[in-house]
């Protein structure tokens, strides 16, 4: 009898052991993961940054959808950065005819998220749909000159390399287009201790970039619109070749993009290097 005890008791202890060790394991990767998920969108999960932004950011999205819907040109291609749960690129396409959007954000389970959603706001066969892809803002997977109008909400100061950032839209962007970026201000910015978005600015080709605009709660100002817009023309630098011409501009450096292209249609009327605006 002492013996049985003995044998179920160290069963018990052994079983309780492997338990705790995979209690131990899981609960370590779901702690890296919701580590990760913070870095991105200052939310353990997608899931529970979905489930804020329609309960705290509605009215901000409302309020940026009917101010982009408003100046964007017509049949404008428009780029979602840090699109999340979609629901900016979803407002956006159903607000104003036309406009061809595509959100794109690093996390995959975002975009799952996003892709979702559109598939429950659009029939199946609507070409304003918005598209959501996975891709980094520092090596977007767009020809140059795509777009005339890029968007992002509260991202900004979650880029890993804004500075790269900042060149790869200035890349997509159609010369004469824009990029219009919401972000954090004033208090939440320096608890961030994110760039400030006007120097990063000022060092990248865009070269300014203008306050369009303020939220907050009364005095106390929450978040600002950037406005950046790409030149029209395209300006040689000041010095000159040899046979006295100006050389060509260079390219801001920028990082490897992926090298295989995006799905057909991806980008409607997209352009390559050689195209004019």
């Known amino acids: 009898m002492a013996r049985r005890r003995s044998a179920i008791v160290l069963a018990a202890m052994g079983g309780g052991l492997a338990a705790a060790v995979a209690v131990s394991r899981f609960g370590r990767?779901?702690?890296g993961a919701a580590r990760q998920?913070?870095?991105r969108s200052s939310m353990p999960s997608a899931r529970s940054y979905e489930l804020a932004s329609r309960i705290f950011f509605r009215p901000v999205f409302e309020h940026i959808a009917r101010t982009v819907a408003a100046t964007a040109p017509a049949e404008a291609a428009v780029l979602d950065i840090g699109c999340g749960p979609g629901h900016l690129a979803i407002r956006l396409a159903r607000q104003r005819a036309g406009l061809r959007v595509i959100g794109a954000d690093l996390d995959p389970a975002m975009i799952e998220r996003a892709t979702a959603n559109g598939e429950r706001a659009f029939p199946p066969d609507d070409p304003a749909k918005p598209v959501f892809v996975v891709a980094d803002v520092a090596a977007l997977p767009f020809p140059d000159r795509s777009f005339d109008l890029v968007v992002s909400t509260f991202s900004l100061h979650h880029w890993s390399d804004p500075a790269a950032?900042?060149?790869?839209l200035y890349r997509v962007l159609r010369p004469g287009g824009?990029?219009?970026l919401w972000d954090i201000a004033g208090p939440i910015r320096r608890l961030e201790t994110a760039a400030v978005p006007v120097e990063l600015a000022s060092r990248s080709p865009f070269?300014?970039?203008?306050?369009?605009?303020?939220?907050g709660v009364g005095p106390l100002v929450l978040a600002k619109r950037y406005d950046l817009v790409r030149s029209a023309i395209e300006e040689p630098v000041a010095d000159t070749g040899s046979a006295g011409t100006p050389a060509p501009r260079r390219a801001p450096r920028r990082r490897a993009r992926p090298?295989?292209?995006p799905p057909p249609g991806l980008v409607p009327g997209a352009t390559d290097d050689t195209a004019t605006g």
């Open 29 to 31: 990767a779901r702690l």
């Open 178 to 180: 824009r990029a219009q």
């Open 165 to 168: 950032g900042f060149a790869e």
């Open 259 to 261: 090298t295989t292209a």
């Open 207 to 215: 070269g300014v970039a203008d306050i369009g605009g303020r939220w």
């Open 37 to 39: 998920s913070m870095a």
